[in-house]
């Protein structure tokens, strides 16, 4: 039987902790305001279908042998780590040039793959699966719950991030 307060619990867990300012929001803020709706919209469908990926991880059980592994977890984090500090290099660097421009690599899907990349490298992704999914599962609850709260938490991905680079792509806010 399927358990709806379950469910909802899940579905508002995993957009309190989705929302919440971390590495993706953060990034999808500031590409939207720096490049624009149409780059944020791209990063932010990147980012949706890299947390979509941690979600069919996390369902499948994966992500609980992720997670009990600390050479696995470790070697995400480090990973992860590294690609924001790359990415923080080089928004840096393009602060101080004093007419920023948009590489053909941007203007062409290079946003779509930086958003994948990011939540890909992103520990915390993992972990919101995780601990958003065992808030809503009981002990008699079987796959069924499982395979309704996936696509659940995808669609709130999907939503939070398309919010995000609407509202940051708004000319107040650039």
Not at 40 to 46: A, D, E, N, Q, V
Not at 95 to 114: I, L, Q, V, Y
Not at 122 to 148: C, E, F, R, Y
Request: proline share 4%; glycine share 12%.
């Amino acid at each position: 039987m399927i358990d709806l307060v379950g469910l909802m619990s899940v579905g508002i867990a995993f957009f309190v902790v989705a929302a919440s300012p971390g590495p993706a929001t953060l990034a999808a803020a500031t590409v939207s305001m720096s490049s624009g709706r149409n780059n944020g919209l791209r990063f932010g469908l990147g980012l949706s279908v890299g947390l979509a990926f941690w979600g069919l991880v996390a369902a499948t059980g994966v992500g609980a042998v992720l997670q009990a592994s600390t050479y696995a977890l470790t070697a995400l984090k480090v990973f992860g780590g590294g690609y924001l500090l790359w990415l923080a290099f080089k928004t840096a660097r393009s602060a101080c040039e004093k007419t920023p421009t948009m590489t053909p690599h941007e203007a062409n899907g290079g946003w779509f793959k930086r958003g994948l990349i990011l939540n890909l490298s992103n520990p915390k992704a993992v972990v919101a699966w995780m601990a958003t999914l065992s808030l809503g599962l009981g002990d008699g609850d079987g796959v069924w719950q499982v395979a309704l709260a996936t696509p659940i938490r995808v669609a709130l991905g999907f939503f939070i991030y398309f919010v995000y680079a609407l509202a940051f792509s708004l000319p107040r806010a650039q």
